[in-house]
């Protein structure tokens, strides 16, 4: 096992850049998950780590050897396809023993070890059928199965839950995550479903057009997304925006939104005056008769636990995540109250978050 | 990813009626097209002059003549000669002597069909290999030119290859090449390897690339991972171009009369030559013809699946 280190990596198809001066490291024995929308680049950084694509500038690190011109075949990392990938014309034993092949295994090993390698995966009934046969899941371990029978330094994963539907999807998101804490194999596991990166990851990127907008652990991407991007793209619903025009002074607590003072935690840096956006999580809002943010509800979605409550306000619709009790009319006067601790401001022209004590805290920890 | 057999278009079963009607419609067209095959192999088993009787012979009495003509050169004798000869050691010997001849020795049709032989499944597998792997490079590498090249490749199956004959006459002449196995080999791969190129590549285009990369990733090389994985998956689409390939090679007669003359001659010229020694000895170019065809015969049999699979590839999804 060991550890992957991205130094200003990029790559360029052409006139179009892919992945654009990303640099990353990713801990040995951590699982790292590449999140974003498709064309963002984050299947082009995974398949550069594994070798299948060559970048068109930067490093690439593993276990402190620079391989980022070194053949796939040379790099000793698994790699587990959207698709899966098995080898058709092979039955699920010899899919699982072709890299150990490779190697030059003895015989006897590799029939110990692929059994060994079947057990964990709870495949080894299967391993004299034919591949083509096998369900979603098989396959799925079938795959998992070729990755982790050699110990390779890293598991690369694309999207490899992206054919398994809902149900058997959060069925495999647990056990990938328990193999991973069997294991400890270092990970890096792309996704355009946040939930799964979520519930897996010990650290996130989350990727734009080919820049990797925020790198952290899943509570700092969520509780204090670094750009209007990474709040938009995280939680579900995701964070509301209203919109406000004003400068920012670094030590101020409070801006003001249509004229209402709303309390925000204290700024850390100077904005000159422009459109800015106050970012509310729908957990952060609670409903108060007395809060002068006035609204007329919208609509509501009802999640069983709780309810999402849709509010028109001056500055857009404003989605709440608030206790089930409660029954609301469309039309309804409601106030709203936010939780000052939690707000984030953002500069709407950048997109980037404006630094404040919300973001002070993730730097000490 | 998973090749279920969902019904991606509906269709419409087809009345009882329509199946009968397309049925005799096969069956009347299987047996257009084998009747000329029947005929030459009831030839085979005439006697010459039941071979030319007119009107034709249906019912006849078989006989091994044609066969024996066809594998012997023979010498016409008195039959004072003959009488004194010991007895016939075969039933060739019989039937030769009973037309007043004695066999001289073998004839030149086993070695013309062994150069048959020989410079078809030579060239087929010239063809195939080459043409594999240059599928495989277009297939997978940004080629520079690749539209220009693979357009260049299918141009030179524009013109009829006879066209070129006398230029190629000429060039083998002054090379060496003519009326040599090697030749008529390198001859039939450069005229096969362009359908190759193009049949194959879109058998290879079809291999999802993942499933090389992921060999790669195990610890091959590409060129492994073409021979482990890319290849067992192109088989039907090399058994089918090969079926293509060998038919042509097989088959070609042009090149053949004017290229060979001797030792590297092929079957397809030789055959018609059989009929001259000894006046119209149609059963003996009808044995010639009917042993021709076992070999396509076998091959095509064996590959059925894959050939069928050929024909039909990308009328059908899967």
């Given at each position: 096992m060991s550890e992957i280190k991205i130094v200003n990596l990029r790559k360029q198809f052409g006139d179009f850049v892919a992945v654009e001066d990303s640099s990353f490291t990713v801990e040995d024995g951590e699982f790292l998950a590449l999140l974003g929308p498709s064309g963002c680049g984050k299947t082009t950084t995974l398949r550069m780590i594994a070798g299948l694509e060559l970048p068109t500038s930067g490093k690439i690190h593993l276990d402190g050897e620079d391989v980022t011109f070194n053949r796939a075949s040379a790099r000793d990392i698994a790699f587990v396809f959207q698709l899966f990938?098995?080898?058709?014309?092979?039955?699920v034993f010899r899919n699982i023993s072709f890299p150990l092949l490779s190697q030059g295994v003895a015989k006897a090993e590799i029939r110990a070890r692929v059994e060994e390698t079947a057990k964990l995966l709870r495949i080894d009934h299967i391993l004299d059928r034919s591949v083509s046969g096998l369900a979603g899941g098989d396959r799925q371990r079938v795959a998992l199965g070729r990755a982790i029978v050699r110990r390779p330094k890293c598991f690369l994963m694309d999207e490899p839950l992206g054919t398994l539907d809902a149900e058997f999807r959060e069925v495999m998101v647990h056990e990938l995550r328990e193999l991973h804490n069997r294991i400890h194999a270092t990970t890096v596991y792309v996704t355009h479903d946040q939930h799964e990166a979520m519930a897996m990851a010990d650290k996130i990127a989350v990727m734009n057009h080919g820049v990797i907008e925020q790198y952290g652990t899943p509570q700092e991407i969520y509780n204090r997304p670094a750009s209007m991007y990474v709040a938009d793209f995280i939680g579900s619903p995701p964070m509301n925006f209203m919109r406000f025009h004003s400068g920012l002074k670094r030590g101020m607590r409070s801006i003001f939104l249509d004229g209402v003072e709303v309390a925000v935690p204290e700024m850390g840096e100077d904005a000159a005056p422009g459109e800015m956006a106050l970012g509310v999580r729908p957990e952060h809002i609670r409903f108060s008769d007395r809060s002068p943010i006035r609204g007329a509800v919208y609509g509501s979605e009802y999640l069983g636990t709780n309810q999402i409550v849709a509010v028109e306000t001056a500055a857009g619709i404003v989605k709440a995540r608030v206790s089930a009790d409660r029954s609301f009319r469309l039309g309804e006067a409601v106030g709203l109250e936010f939780n000052p601790a939690k707000l984030a401001v953002f500069d709407c022209a950048s997109g980037r978050a404006i630094a404040s004590s919300l973001y002070a805290e993730a730097r000490h920890g | 990813m998973s090749s279920t057999n969902t019904t991606a278009h509906s269709v419409v079963e087809p009345t009882p009626t329509v199946k009968r009607i397309a049925g005799a419609i096969v069956i009347l067209y299987a047996l257009v097209t084998l009747v000329p095959l029947a005929w030459i192999f009831l030839t085979s088993i005439k006697s010459p002059p039941d071979s030319i009787s007119y009107p034709p012979k249906i019912v006849f009495t078989p006989t091994l003549e044609g066969f024996c003509n066809l594998f012997t050169t023979r010498t016409r004798q008195t039959p004072d000669y003959i009488q004194s000869l010991p007895a016939p050691t075969g039933a060739c010997d019989e039937i030769t002597r009973s037309r007043n001849m004695v066999i001289a020795g073998p004839s030149n049709y086993w070695p013309r069909f062994g150069n048959s032989l020989v410079i078809a499944f030579g060239s087929t597998f010239l063809a195939v290999s080459l043409g594999t792997l240059a599928a495989y490079g277009f297939s997978r590498f940004r080629v520079p030119l690749a539209d220009d090249l693979l357009f260049f490749i299918l141009s030179t199956r524009m013109m009829p290859p006879i066209a070129v004959a006398i230029p190629i006459y000429l060039m083998y002449r002054q090379f060496g090449l003519s009326d040599t196995a090697l030749g008529m080999i390198l001859l039939y791969t450069a005229v096969n390897v362009s359908l190759a190129v193009w049949l194959l590549k879109g058998f290879i285009d079809e291999i999802p690339r993942e499933y090389e990369e992921a060999a790669m990733i195990d610890g091959y090389t590409r060129l492994q991972a073409f021979w482990k994985v890319v290849l067992p998956q192109a088989t039907t689409g090399i058994a089918a171009t090969a079926i293509f390939c060998l038919i042509f090679a097989w088959n070609e007669y042009a090149f053949a009369v004017l290229l060979t003359s001797g030792s590297a001659q092929t079957a397809p010229p030789f055959i018609p030559t059989i009929i001259g020694e000894g006046g119209q000895d149609w059963p003996a170019v009808a044995a010639g013809t009917t042993i021709f065809l076992v070999p396509i015969l076998v091959f095509t049999i064996i590959l059925r699946k894959q050939l069928l699979r050929g024909i039909t590839f990308g009328a059908v999804r899967k």
């Open positions: 990938a098995l080898y058709p014309h092979m039955n | -």
